[in-house]
């Protein structure tokens, strides 16, 4: 079994590693929590530690000042433990990350469309207000990087002209 995160593996940022940590608490179907954070290090835990669950993530910034998981307990006793509400599946982060991959979000999408991709995908319940949101986010998105490529053109026809007149 390849794990998505190994000791001694590199982290560019502390968004990166969040990043891989809910996708694998996803995949995993487990939740976790932030038990220690700096601007040097961070310790990621199981929500079930008070149950006994050993699972944990340790990174710090090394010498290079990119993050080094430098101990990691992958193991998880908790698993058969009731989980509660899908807290990872419900943030906005990760749906704004993960829903373009299974969906072409637009204004005719419905929220429930979404609630439906990520059941089917990843076995999660994700609420309709917290679909709504990401949708909204995902759209708004788009009208940004949209708008930032329009006021680009008005500059590359200056620079065809100037090319072309040469």
């Known amino acids: 079994m390849t794990l998505p995160i190994e000791e001694g593996q590199y982290f560019v940022s502390f968004n990166k590693l969040k ?12 939740t976790f929590s932030v038990v220690k954070k700096d601007v040097k290090r961070v310790e990621y835990r199981c929500q079930a530690r008070s ?22 307990s992958t193991i998880h006793t908790c698993i058969a433990a009731p989980v509660s509400a899908q807290e990872v599946a419900n943030t906005q982060n990760w749906l704004q990350r993960i829903v373009p991959q ?31 949101v990401a ?3 995902l759209i708004a998105d788009r009208l940004e990087h949209q708008r930032d490529h329009l006021h680009k053109i008005s500059s590359y026809i200056q620079l065809l002209h100037q090319h072309n007149q040469n």
């Open 135 to 137: 949708k909204a986010a």
């Open 19 to 30: 990043e891989a940590i809910e996708t694998w608490s996803i995949d995993d179907h487990f």
């Open 51 to 72: 149950m006994g669950c050993p699972w944990r993530v340790f990174v710090s910034k090394g010498m290079d000042r990119e993050l080094l998981v430098k101990r990691i």
């Open 102 to 132: 299974h969906l072409f979000v637009s204004k005719a999408t419905k929220p429930t469309e979404i609630v439906e991709n990520i059941h089917k995908y990843y076995g999660e319940k994700v609420n309709y207000e917290t679909a709504r």
